[in-house]
């Protein structure tokens, strides 16, 4: 079975996963979080407001690692989703379209700071079986944030960063501040 919970920066992705690996770990169920090696903030997997939990850390195709550890535990989440390639994206296709009794849940933005989609997220939320879209609130006008604006200049899709380089805010508020930086320019 395939969950993605995604959503915008700091909507609760990540607490919203580990509450789920934590439920399953109750249940004595094996349990164990990959994250990508894109992603070097730290060596677990923690939340915006501290949470941590255990965490392995994987290329973003490292297909025999992520084939060993599935193996071996019954679920298996993913933090940082949109990070992971194409070849993790087949291989997650492959186990849900068999019918595997193995968990997977991923969690990863479905967009990036300039409202694409992000990686493989769009696929698997094509073929997953169910989907969380969590959405933050925004930090201007304080109606649910559809977008995690970035607050410095972008050179590429992905630039990791926490509340030094982004913040949630709905569309509305995107486009003034956007209309804002043209004006400054």
Known sequence: MLEVITGG????????LIRRLE???IAKRRVALVKPDLDTRTTKVRTHNGKEFDSITVGRNDTPTIE???????????????FFGEDIYQLLKAYEQTG???????????????????GFMPQLMAIASSITKLHAVCENCFIPA???YSLVEKKAQVLVGGKDKYKALCWKCAAAENKKKAQNS
């Open 23 to 25: 439920r399953h770990s």
């Open 68 to 82: 060993t550890i599935i193996k071996e535990h019954e679920v298996i989440g993913f933090d940082e989703g949109e």
């Open 146 to 148: 559809n977008i995690s």
């Open 100 to 118: 595997t009794d193995k968990i997977f849940i991923v969690a990863g933005l479905d967009m990036d700071s300039e409202g694409e989609p992000f």
């Open 9 to 16: 920066m700091f909507a609760g992705k990540t607490d919203e």
